[in-house]
């Protein structure tokens, strides 16, 4: 539709100039008439019929410009809109196969890069669905409708006419060239700007703690002279590309009226060919100067799509076996489960067993960098183990419906990430609108003891936590996750050190909210430290990957080995944290 419309605004658009020719052709056949009727009786008669006839050539111009300008119209609503849904499918496809991917796919690449493609890449490859698209076929459908309505009339003369065209379009691209490579370099410059700017106002507490807000600045201005370097070097460029357009356009027009106007003395064309040839030269003029562009616009687009199909041919590594609904009990088993993190080639799990047993409490303690976490991220299925199985109610979490399985899982991850949205939006992330009240908020909210900190912000659950939760406290953030988790009301719990950043008497308030409501749900709580308030059923201790000890409390103190030494050292630094001060 969209080539059709092009067709017929190019059609009219090529009759227009020849309406102009029989004007001008009227005009300058009507001279002597004017002066051998004037002073005479019949001067107003003939001025009468020779002001409609213009008249006449004059609306017809109008209506050929109307006419144009609708199937213009038209043409744009075909291929730029067209280009603009593909823009619109094609991010969605792009967010959709992001959130599909694994986690090691974000480790490998960074948010920049990301964003860059889904966003600067699509609009690119939009520019070629769209415009680069729509003036080509323009270019090629008014080159053939003039050049053919030109060599009707006169076939020297165009040759002459058009004669400096070819060197405009050569002159366009190898400029064009120029000015692709200079705003590159320009968008790669504003890209990091906008990196330092971020980061700045990101981490404006670490600048301003160690007093580097004037390095900072010298540091930004620096880069911004870069960037004013490069857009005067731009501009420079641009100077010269317009002025050398309208002086080849120029001399185009000059030779169509120094050769038309000797051919018009010789008797070959009329006064009105010459007019008719100067509008068809002004009317290529944009079409062929605009080759340059578009190629650019090609090129351009030709990278990008190859980056985003870059992505896009990334296959997810977790998937769905199945899309039958699941109800979990909440009997886990690990079987001989071994991990290996693929970007960075640590082992970090070897040979796991372990079987909680449904409403059981366990316990997994380790150092730093033991393997604990990555049970937890097994277990939700952000990754896949190497070795071995995990099992959920005696079945293979691979052959589980992915979504229903995390729908009914609670994880706490130890990072904790809040989106710029409400406290209440942030609490109830996991649910379903239609499932989500106020009442169902604040009671999550009451058991991970976070209820009375947000009655104290301004509008309470209606309070913008800001990027990344920074307007909250650690501790603040910590508990707004836990309730996060908790509203999902999920028969499995996992909480991956989720208590770090808050002080000991929340922590004991937290764990007291807790034991009600993890009656007779299964519960995993990954931590370097001993929670001595909570009762559980299993204790299992790792270390570099392996269990080490496997037990309950009082089990592994008659052991004496390493959850024994770990709980006296424990006790030992909470007396003497509570020790009076002499």
Known sequence: ?????????????????????????????????????????????????????????????????????????????????MSRLIEYDQKNEIFEHYQRLHLDFYKRNNTGDLMSRITEDVSRVRMYTGPAIMYSINLLVLFFMVIYTMVRVNFELTLYTVAPLPVLGYLIYYVNGIIQRKSEAIQQQLSFLTTISQESFSGIRVVKSYVQEKFMHQYFQKECEHYKTNNLALAKVEAVYFPVIFLLVGFSTILTIFIGGAQVIQGKISAGNIAEFVIYINMLTWPIASVGWVMALVQRAAASQKRIDEFLNVKPDITSASSASIVVAGEIEFKKVSFTYPSTGIKALKQISFIVKKGHRMAVIGRTGSGKSTLGQLLVRMYDPDEGEILIDGVNIKSLNLPALRRQVGYVSQDVFLFSDTVFNNIGFGMNASEMDAESVKTAATYAVVHQDVLQLPEQYETVVGERGITLSGGQKQRISIARALIKEPQILVFDDCLSAVDAQTEKNILGYLNDFLQNRTTIIITHRIFSLFNFDQIIVIDDGQIIEQGNHQSLMKRRGAYFDLFEKQQSEERKATAPVE
Do not use: E, W
Request: with cysteine; proline share 1%.
């Open 1 to 81: 539709m969209g080539i059709l419309f092009i067709a017929c605004s190019n059609l009219f658009g090529v009759y227009a100039p020849q309406v102009v020719r029989h004007a001008v052709d009227l005009i300058s056949g009507q001279i002597a008439y004017h002066q051998l009727y004037s002073g005479t009786g019949l001067f107003d008669v003939f001025m009468k019929q020779f002001g409609t006839a213009i008249l006449f050539f004059g609306l017809l111009v109008v209506m050929l410009a109307i006419l144009r300008g609708v199937f213009l119209f038209f043409m744009r609503q075909t291929i730029i809109v």
